[in-house]
């Protein structure tokens, strides 16, 4: 049995044979499923497809941070430094409403939409974020964030699903 803080609640621990990292071994999401995973890839591609790679990393980063996904937010982060992205606006992303002063307006339309996007279950995306982000892009621009931002959702959830490690990024140059 496991105590939780409650000490009226009690939990059944499951023991199943663990990895070095501490979890069980769990599927490999694109040898089981690869027309989905080259999907989600080719989804992916097109979502970024004419958006500026800086852009493309905040957004990634943002929703990685509010997903909780260890793996996303090391792969996103390393990418973004290896693209040239400042150490310091990095550092800033997680309370960007703070430090407006690291992040152009269009910086900030977009991630204000990605947090709106990413925890839609908490209200919706709400109209005034949504236009602010229609007044910095054009309707075929502000498609692709939106795609964007549902694909790193996705690959935020395989990788927690799966229980991708943060720093064993295993992907071929893209």
């Known amino acids: ?18 990895t070095a990292h501490g979890h069980a071994p769990r599927i490999n999401f694109a040898k089981a499923a690869p027309k989905a995973f080259k999907a989600l890839i080719g989804f992916d591609a097109a979502a970024r497809d004419g958006l500026d790679p800086a ?7 943002r929703a990685s941070l509010l997903n909780g996904c260890a793996y996303c937010l090391h792969m996103h982060t390393s990418d ?3 693209a040239g992205e400042d150490e ?7 309370v960007w409403r703070e430090a407006r002063n690291f992040f152009t307006e269009k910086e900030q339309a977009a991630l204000a939409l990605t947090e709106a996007v990413t925890l839609v279950s908490h209200g919706g995306v709400p109209d005034d974020v949504y236009a602010q982000a229609a007044r910095h892009f054009d309707e075929p621009e ?12 996705t690959w935020n959830r395989i990788a927690l699903s ?7 990024d295993k992907r ?3």
Request: no cysteine; net charge positive.
């Open 142 to 153: 502000l498609a692709r964030i939106l795609a964007l931002i549902f694909t790193i959702n």
């Open 55 to 61: 852009l493309v990393e905040l957004i990634q980063i």
């Open 162 to 168: 799966t229980a991708k490690v943060a720093g064993e």
């Open 1 to 18: 049995m496991v105590m939780t803080d409650n000490a009226h609640t009690t939990q059944t621990a499951r023991h199943t044979p663990a």
């Open 172 to 174: 071929v140059a893209h």
């Open 80 to 82: 973004a430094r290896k």
């Open 88 to 94: 310091a606006r990095l550092h800033m992303i997680g």
